[in-house]
């Protein structure tokens, strides 16, 4: 496997110390859903203003060193008529483009999916870096019921997980390679140990054999938890101590960084699991950060209710969320 110079530098400096990433790539019906669920309208021009109130906030740079974006937003100018990208780039923070199209029925595989958008995606990444954007994002899902997932689902999504990430390193673009076991569902934490496992190893192996440089993209995986209908919640440290666990057993340390998924955690929680994580001792071999969707911007959102004269109140609830999943990125937070 070569390694891509330019590629791990800019994977390197997404996860410099204390810097994670803001997952910000909503598709537009997802960003709706959120939006109405708070009685705000979802408008071109609401999410471009929702977006601007996120990626403008005073002194996120020091916590945030990249955003996810999506095809609206990418192409979006902010208020004062520069892009959004741009405004992000001025910042000191890299842009990045999310490039699955959805997950879609698996054929043959009752009840579960699979991540597409493969078809035409080299002209699709040619044209994301064109437009400024440096990493990319897909993401696959797996649902953890009796037998599920199979052994099929798990190897059709993690071939796509490779060919998109070697897809994006031929196109100059580091891919964050997204494999999500979901937290709905009544499993035990054991259940989901050992489900992460055979997911990771099944998607490095595909990796491996696509020749995709581990220097040069950065893992997003879930944490290990309980279902959310479990009735045996697992403790903080039961969390950190069995996701670590599953990474050490199967993800390479030549990966610069794992980005974790807030996957529907309550976004103090969220900052207590990644603190927990980087406070265990053994070795850690790759920076331990987060790429929160949910986590970062559910309370912001709640504040900012699409009105102008929220946007300051809803930049420091950022900026505070932002700050405080930093400090856990080093293993400092304190509550
Ligand atoms: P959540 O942190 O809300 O799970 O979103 C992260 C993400 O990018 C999901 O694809």
Redesign the pocket.
Known sequence: MPTMPGLDQTARAIVADGKGIL?A?ETVSTITKRLTARAIESTSDSRRAYREMLFSAPDIAAFIGGV?LQDETIRQDSSTGIPLLELLVGRGIIPGIKVDTGVHPLAGAPGEFVAEGLDGLRARLEEYHELGARFA?W?AVFIIRDGLPTAKCIHANAHALARYAALCQEQGLVPIV?P?VLMEGAHALEQCEDVTGRVLQAVFNELFDARVSLEGMLL?PNMVTAGLRCARQASVDEVAEATLRALTRHVPPAVPGVVF????QDAVL?TEHLNAINALGGPKPWKLSF??????QDEAMEVWQGRREHVPAAQRMFHHRAGCDSAAALGSYSG
């Open positions: 997952a790539d996810i994002k993401r997204e999500e997003k998924l807030s996957g529907g969220a790429s929160y969707g949910r986590a970062l």
